[in-house]
């Protein structure tokens, strides 16, 4: 265990404009990889074969072991829209009644910001879903990027991010980003995903979480800290 950040105490302008300098150049890496990786999907005109045999050998070695798709199943059902919003909404909820009022902001930014951009980003590319003779589930909606692997980052990476450092124990963040990180992979054995889906995904939520980041951290600098409010520790939004 750990000691929690202790209530108050001022932000040290340097390290704040330090750290919103490092979130700005991680979110810019991530959103060039991501759209130089959009454009080869789009100017492509077959799935390169990279895909093809990732994709083939994953869906075989389920349909060879039915408790593979049983787990990606699982993850489906804890990405969706059913559950990731009730469960962002109460994370929120806690936080600013925890008067974790900025870090609730980011958590909220996160996952309103990726449903848009997953969308925004599906229905541009169009790209279409594997196709296969014994399939686990039918999908029609475009493949690219995983909108699962996207929430697995903006949701459960991101309440591990919160949970690293607002809880005393470790192990409840690893937990979850380990979640969320999985929760791409799931996707390509369930076989409803390219594997450059998945990593289209990773890279976009990575890229407007970081840049959530720095939005959250550079209003709350222009507003200034909450009185009695605990600041978030660098790294993430304060």
Do not use: Q
Not at 24 to 53: G, H, K, M, Q, Y
Not at 89 to 101: D, E, P, S
Request: glycine share 10%.
């Amino acid at each position: 265990s750990r000691a929690v950040p202790p209530a108050g105490g001022p932000v040290d302008p340097a390290d704040s404009c330090g750290m919103d300098r490092r979130l700005a150049a991680l979110a810019a890496v991530f959103w060039l990889a991501a759209s130089a990786l959009a454009c080869r999907v789009v100017n492509t005109s077959t799935v390169p074969l990279i895909d093809v045999r990732i994709a083939t050998a994953a869906h075989d070695l389920a349909v060879a072991n039915p408790w593979l798709a049983g787990v990606a199943t699982f993850f489906a059902v804890m990405g969706s829209a059913a559950v990731l919003t009730p469960l962002t909404v109460a994370v929120v909820i806690v936080l600013a009644r925890a008067g974790r009022v900025w870090w609730a902001a980011w958590v909220g930014a996160c996952g309103l910001g990726g449903v848009v951009v997953s969308e925004i980003v599906k229905y541009s590319v169009d790209r279409a879903r594997p196709v296969w003779p014994d399939p686990f589930v039918t999908l029609t909606s475009p493949s690219f990027p995983s909108g699962h692997s996207m929430a697995g980052i903006y949701g459960y990476v991101v309440f591990g991010v919160v949970a690293w450092h607002l809880l005393s124990w470790r192990w409840p963040a690893v937990v979850l980003i380990a979640f969320g990180v999985l929760m791409g992979p799931s996707r390509v054995l369930l076989g409803v995903h390219w594997p450059t889906d998945v990593l289209a995904g990773w890279l976009l939520a990575a890229a407007w979480c970081c840049t959530a980041g720095v939005i959250v951290r550079r209003v709350r600098a222009a507003r200034g800290s909450p009185p009695g409010r605990t600041p978030p520790p660098a790294g993430t939004p304060r």
